[in-house]
């Protein structure tokens, strides 16, 4: 079963629905008031919400690890690690470049 995306005047809801149709049936049962801006079925069957956009990154985390999981999901493509670490981080693109390319130097 698909999962979908729905942005409502108030609401964002991720729901597992069979089409679009019982989405936005799910939708009307719950907030029957709200009026569907957005309906989206998502490419993937998970949900994932940085915590680094919604700015809730803490200075405790360890940037090495984080940096070298990038490398690994990124088969060590320099750039695409680097897009992971701002994803996952929320950094701008000059830290993230520096990071990324520090791990490369030690042998992620």
Known sequence: MPLYEIETDSHIIITWAGDEEAARAVVFDAYPYDEIRRL?????DTWVISKGALGMTHSTLDICSIARDC???SAGDKVHAIRLYMHETGTDL???R???ESNMVLGW
């Open 98 to 100: 520096r990071v990324i």
């Open 40 to 44: 989206t079925k998502r490419p993937r």
């Open 71 to 73: 490398l690994a999901k």
């Open 94 to 96: 000059e830290k993230a």
